[in-house]
C-alpha cells in the first residue's frame, strides 16, 4: 500500500509563486509516473503534469507548461510542483497521484492541497 501526503498549497496573488509537494510512503514504494492533478469548484479533475520516476522526464499540460515544473527526489521518495506565474484559473485542489507500472492507472491518490490563486 502506498500513502501520498501532499503539502504546500496555500494562498497567493496573482503572479506569485508556490511550490507543492508530494511524500509518498509505503513499505516497498516503487513507480512508474507520479502525477499532479487538479481540480477546480464545479469542474472535473484535470491532469496538470507528470514525471517518469526512474529517468525524472516530466510532460505538462499546456495550460501550465513554462509555468510550472516538476520534479522528484529519488531517494527521499518525494515529488514537487514549483508553481511560477500562477493565474486565478490555477486555483483548485491539487492531488498527487501514483501509476504504479507501465500498464497500471493511477491507482493511488493523496487527499489534496488547496490552491487559491487571488487576482
Known amino acids: 500500500q502506498v500513502q501520498l501526503v501532499e503539502s504546500g498549497g496555500g494562498l497567493v496573488q496573482a503572479g506569485g509563486s508556490l511550490r507543492l509537494s508530494c511524500a509518498a510512503s509505503?513499505?516497498?514504494?516503487?513507480?512508474?509516473?507520479m502525477g499532479w492533478f487538479r481540480q477546480a469548484p464545479g469542474k472535473e479533475r484535470e491532469f496538470v503534469s507528470a514525471?517518469?520516476?526512474?529517468?525524472?522526464?516530466?510532460s505538462y499540460a499546456d495550460s501550465v507548461k513554462g509555468r510550472f515544473t516538476i520534479s522528484r527526489d529519488k531517494a527521499k521518495n518525494t515529488m514537487s510542483l514549483q508553481m511560477n506565474s500562477l493565474k486565478p484559473e490555477d486555483t483548485a485542489v491539487y492531488y498527487c497521484?501514483?501509476?504504479?507500472?507501465?500498464?497500471?492507472?493511477?491507482?493511488?491518490w493523496g487527499q489534496g492541497t488547496r490552491v487559491t490563486v487571488s487576482s
Open positions: 497521484a501514483v501509476r504504479p507500472a507501465i500498464n497500471a492507472n493511477y491507482n493511488y
Open positions: 509505503g513499505r516497498t514504494f516503487s513507480a512508474y509516473v
Open positions: 514525471i517518469r520516476w526512474d529517468v525524472g522526464t516530466g
